[in-house]
T-cell receptor, first 110, second 117 residues
Framework: EDQVTQSPEALRLQEGESSSLNCSYTVSGLRGLFWYRQDPGKGPEFLFTLYSAGEEKEKERLKATLTKKESFLHITAPKPEDSATYLCAVQPNYGQNFVFGPGTRLSVLP | SAVISQKPSRDICQRGTSLTIQCQVDSQVTMMFWYRQQPGQSLTLIATANQGSEATYESGFVIDKFPISRPNLTFSTLTVSNMSPEDSSIYLC??????????????FGPGTRLTVL
């Protein structure tokens, strides 16, 4: 069964304190790995798509990396506005449903 | 990307009633998806809606409880029927939009927050 896990479940950082979120997956294939940001009561906002091991994507203070078994979302010098839940999803093969992880709740304190 | 709107944004309903949620996309798409997100949980796919055919439901979800319409390539509705407090969730629609690469990305609407009393 395809499965995506994320750790930690929750993370509290001081403003400027860099850290990483983990997304691990056990799937039949990897057509794409997706990171989303979700604010409370809102729909997920697309951040990145990664296709193959070794790929990296960056956007402002966020950097996503991918290996054969996991992906990391690195947050450099976070600000309070980065506080949100970060979701990871995998599409095992083309046309298959996305498999979502449970998310990591990030709080950045001023 | 895709611009997706949902109506209503939130509602409070009585047990036993039904609510229809609308999803509008800014351009034509083949597939639209409906998800449920219960409090503190991740996303669970309810069904996939293709225009011109019946929706495909995931295990645990049935058409009588969650009827879906897809009258054209930019619009879909999800009805939550005979509601109970366990149906209190955020309901999200999404669409796949190709990026010119090997896979498509799903983009989400803002969600409908439903509370059933």
């Amino acid at each position: 069964e395809d499965q995506v896990t994320q750790s930690p479940e929750a993370l509290r950082l001081q403003e400027g304190e860099s850290s990483s979120l983990n997304c691990s997956y056990t799937v039949s294939g990897l057509r794409g790995l997706f990171w989303y940001r979700q604010d409370p009561g809102k729909g997920p906002e697309f951040l990145f798509t990664l296709y193959s091991a070794g790929e990296e994507k960056e956007k402002e203070r966020l950097k996503a990396t991918l290996t054969k078994k996991e992906s990391f979302l690195h947050i450099t010098a976070p600000k309070p506005e980065d506080s949100a839940t970060y979701l990871c999803a995998v599409q095992p093969n083309y046309g298959q449903n996305f498999v979502f992880g449970p998310g990591t709740r990030l709080s950045v304190l001023p | 990307s895709a611009v997706i709107s949902q109506k209503p944004s939130r509602d409070i309903c009585q047990r036993g009633t039904s609510l229809t949620i609308q999803c509008q996309v800014d351009s034509q798409v083949t597939m639209m998806f409906w998800y449920r997100q219960q409090p503190g949980q991740s996303l669970t796919l309810i069904a996939t809606a293709n225009q011109g055919s019946e929706a495909t439901y995931e295990s645990g979800f049935v058409i009588d409880k969650f009827p879906i319409s897809r009258p054209n390539l930019t619009f879909s509705t999800l009805t939550v029927s005979n509601m109970s407090p366990e149906d209190s969730s955020i309901y999200l629609c999404s669409v796949e939009r190709g990026l010119g690469r090997r896979t498509d990305t799903q983009y989400f609407g803002p969600g409908t927050r439903l509370t059933v009393l």
